[in-house]
């Protein structure tokens, strides 16, 4: 098992840039692929990145394509999201999320992920 905090958030403008953490406990988890979701108010949660646990494989959504970059640094048990380019339409809460069912692979499919943390809010004020 494996318990994910999410940390970096804040109230930003449009067009900077904002790093988000994802800091997992335990010792497997270089055994799980790792993937970024978001929820804005009165939407449903969707797919943002996804990266294998080795990094090999990474996955993103066209909408933030270009312009987010995940990355991963399983000696510190960190996925990072480094958000550039912010629009007001990225507003919403991230989650970060774990699933070893397809460790090589970076869904994007939220069924996969099997624990997920308690997220942070992202504000891009235009």
């Known amino acids: 098992q494996v318990q994910l905090v999410e940390s970096g958030g804040g109230l930003v403008q449009a067009g900077v840039s904002l790093r988000l953490s994802c800091v997992a406990s335990?010792?497997?988890?270089?055994?799980?692929?790792i993937g970024w979701f978001r929820q804005a108010p009165g939407k449903a949660r969707e797919f943002v990145a996804a990266?294998?646990?080795?990094?090999?494989?990474?996955n993103y959504a066209v909408s933030v394509k270009g312009r987010f970059t995940i990355s991963r640094d399983n000696a510190k048990n960190t996925v990072y999201l480094q958000m550039n380019s912010l629009k007001p339409e990225d507003t919403a809460v991230y989650y970060c999320a774990a699933q070893r069912r397809e460790p090589y692979s970076s869904s994007a499919s939220s069924d996969m992920y099997d624990y997920w943390g308690q997220g942070t809010q992202v504000t891009v004020s235009s």
């Open positions: 335990g010792r497997t988890f270089s055994s799980y692929a």
């Open positions: 990266i294998s646990r080795s990094a090999s494989n990474t």
